[in-house]
């Protein structure tokens, strides 16, 4: 529901690439995106923000993206994967615009207090569904994918319209698709002395009619 109150306030439904700047600018939010988050600059934000920064984080926990809720600033990582920028700046703006979020930033930061890391996981998993929501543009992405043919180059050239990761598109694709399909996510390969290779599993996304049909078993 907020994201898609942002999106038509900042007139982006049907707008291609999806229009970020637009969207940052109708959440009221100022976008950094020239500093480095590296151990040093997050120290010296914690230190004026204290407990009012969220962050986005990755695999790797290399911080890429955070919000300040006193001043409303989102600072993006500078050495950020481009691809994933959209996605990050929108995640931040998350946390800006969902009203018990921004509420919640704003109040610990007065009383110095910091987030259960609960409810820290929490914010951030909200903050990435109204990315992907944002980004996506609701239920447009959707009605897109359906008047294309089924299969794996229907994301990819999505991504490429809607300005997303490809990562981003395939798990939109598949969690919206009523066909039975999955997207397994692997980590890294691990090449072994016998010319073979093992990669854990770090993911699996399953659209809802796959999860019925296999009792959620991958």
């Known amino acids: 529901r907020h994201a898609d109150r942002l999106l038509r306030e ?6 291609f690439p999806t229009p970020i700047d637009d969207i940052m600018a109708a959440a009221k939010l100022t976008v950094v995106d020239d500093e480095v988050l590296n151990e040093g600059a997050l120290r010296q934000f914690m230190k004026k923000a204290r407990a009012s920064i969220a962050t986005i984080k990755s695999a790797l926990s290399k911080v890429l993206g955070l919000f300040e ?3 409303r600033l989102v600072v993006i990582d500078k050495d950020a994967p481009k691809p994933r920028i959209p996605f990050i700046k929108l995640h931040e703006a998350g946390h800006g615009t969902l009203p018990h979020q921004a509420k919640v930033y704003r109040l610990i930061h007065d009383c110095e207090q910091t987030l259960n890391p609960e409810i820290t996981e929490l914010f951030e ?7 992907s929501e944002a980004l996506f543009q609701g239920d447009v992405f959707a009605r897109e994918a359906r008047d294309l043919t089924f299969g794996i180059k229907t994301p990819i050239a999505l991504a490429r319209k809607f300005g997303a990761s490809n990562y981003a598109a395939f798990r939109r694709y598949v969690v919206t698709n009523p066909v039975a399909c999955c997207v397994v996510v ?11 290779f093992r990669a854990e599993v770090r993911r699996v996304v399953m659209s809802k009619s796959f999860e019925v049909m296999y009792d959620g078993n991958t």
Not at 186 to 196: K, M, R, S, T
Request: charged share 20%.
């Open 186 to 196: 692997l980590e890294p390969a691990v090449h072994g002395i016998d010319g073979g």
């Open 10 to 15: 900042a007139s982006a439904l049907n707008r």
């Open 69 to 71: 809720s006193n001043d």
């Open 125 to 131: 998993r909200e903050a990435n569904v109204f990315s």
